[in-house]
């Protein structure tokens, strides 16, 4: 069936670094993507989301952005800090079922300082 | 802010018997998930609810189930534990899930000896 991917299961930088995670979706009908993170011995929270009418959407030291030709979704974080150290998730909602959100498997960013 | 409570963070049960793990969350969301954590996998959604007695089965339902007899409340059943299900169970709520993301409690990591 389609699911959604991540193409590093563990990524590693400097603090100070920018930091990219990808996600690859494979549902076409897919129109409302989500970042969460989750931090040790937490629940996955919201980060950022983005509509699949949009290409980019900015936040607080957050970007997301959506191809939707390749169908990939990617996470830059700007200046990473120690604290962003987590388990990043991509979701995908798809248009026209349950709207239920399918998740990727996660990666694990590490920021060392 | 949404705050989504899971009664427990931590619970050692043996095998066979009947497990109850609660979540209850306060901001009239219609909409209440439940997870599996495990390594490697991801989330994994057992069941959801629409609406309170409404649950639908998700991709992993076999051995669980739920009650919804209020909307604040979204309870996972396991009705006679296995050791395969030794997990982190997280529960979550959504205004809408196809265009609104979910909140997630801090999960209850179960073991079954």
């Known amino acids: 069936g389609e699911s959604v991917g991540l193409h590093l299961p563990t990524l590693s930088v400097q603090e100070g670094d920018n930091s990219i995670i990808n996600c690859a979706y494979s549902?076409?009908?897919?129109?409302?993507f989500i970042w969460y993170k989750q931090e040790s011995g937490k629940g996955p929270q919201f980060i950022i989301d983005i509509r699949s009418n949009m290409d980019k959407r900015q936040g607080q030291r957050v970007t997301v952005l959506l191809n939707k030709t390749v169908k990939h979704l990617s996470l830059q974080i700007a200046a990473t800090q120690p604290g962003d150290s987590a388990v990043y998730f991509c979701?995908?909602?798809?248009?026209?079922?349950?709207?239920?959100?399918?998740f990727g498997r996660g990666t694990s960013l590490i920021v060392h300082p | 802010d949404v705050k989504v409570t899971q009664s427990s963070r931590y619970l050692v049960k043996r095998t066979g018997e009947k497990v109850f793990l609660e979540c209850v969350q306060d901001?009239?969301?219609?909409?209440m998930f439940w997870y599996r954590q495990d390594p490697g996998l991801g989330l994994r959604l057992i069941y959801f609810?629409?609406?309170?007695?409404?649950?639908e089965k998700g991709d992993i339902p076999e051995g669980y189930s739920v009650s919804r007899e209020k909307k604040e409340r979204f309870s996972l059943i396991l009705e006679s534990a296995s050791t395969n299900q030794t997990s982190m169970y997280l529960c979550?709520?959504?205004?809408?899930?196809?265009?609104?993301?979910?909140?997630f409690g801090n999960g209850t990591r179960l073991t079954v000896t």
């Open positions: 549902n076409s009908a897919s129109d409302y």
């Open positions: 979701a995908e909602n798809i248009k026209g079922g349950s709207y239920i959100p399918t």
């Open positions: 979550a709520s959504s205004l809408f899930p196809g265009s609104s993301p979910l909140h």
């Open positions: 609810s629409y609406d309170v007695k409404m649950k």
């Open positions: 901001m009239d969301h219609e909409n």
